[in-house]
């Protein structure tokens, strides 16, 4: 579900509908655009950390090279993607409490 509505973000941005925000971002910092991608990607892989440990949109790049993400990323719209990041920053602490909680029940 929460795959799902990461490829939605991203295609709401400008970006594809098989890529992740974090997959795109990750794509985009490593490979075409330094500066403000990095930036994203810093965020994001903090944001993902308590949940996904270090390096979240590398990993999460690498995971979807089977689809060829290279002639699926677009830029898109920048200002929609910083948004969208500042919404994962948010949301991700919170799925961290859960994922927490949900451990001492198991």
């Known amino acids: 579900m929460f795959i799902g509505l990461d490829q939605l973000g991203n295609a709401l941005t ?8 974090s997959a795109r971002v ?11 991608f990095m930036f994203m990607e810093r965020l994001i892989d903090f944001a993902f950390w308590p ?6 949109c590398v990993a999460s ?3 979807q090279r089977d689809v060829d ?3 699926k990323v677009r ?8 948004l969208l990041t ?3 920053m948010w949301l991700v602490p919170l799925l961290w ?6 451990r001492w029940f198991r």
């Open 75 to 82: 830029r898109g719209n920048d200002a929609g993607l910083a």
């Open 86 to 88: 500042a919404g994962i």
């Open 26 to 36: 990750g794509y985009l910092a490593t490979l075409k655009e330094r500066g403000w």
């Open 61 to 63: 790049w690498a995971h």
């Open 14 to 21: 400008g970006g594809h509908p098989d890529v992740t925000v």
């Open 97 to 102: 409490v859960v994922n927490l909680v949900r």
């Open 69 to 71: 993400i290279a002639k």
């Open 51 to 56: 949940v996904d440990g270090p390096n979240h």
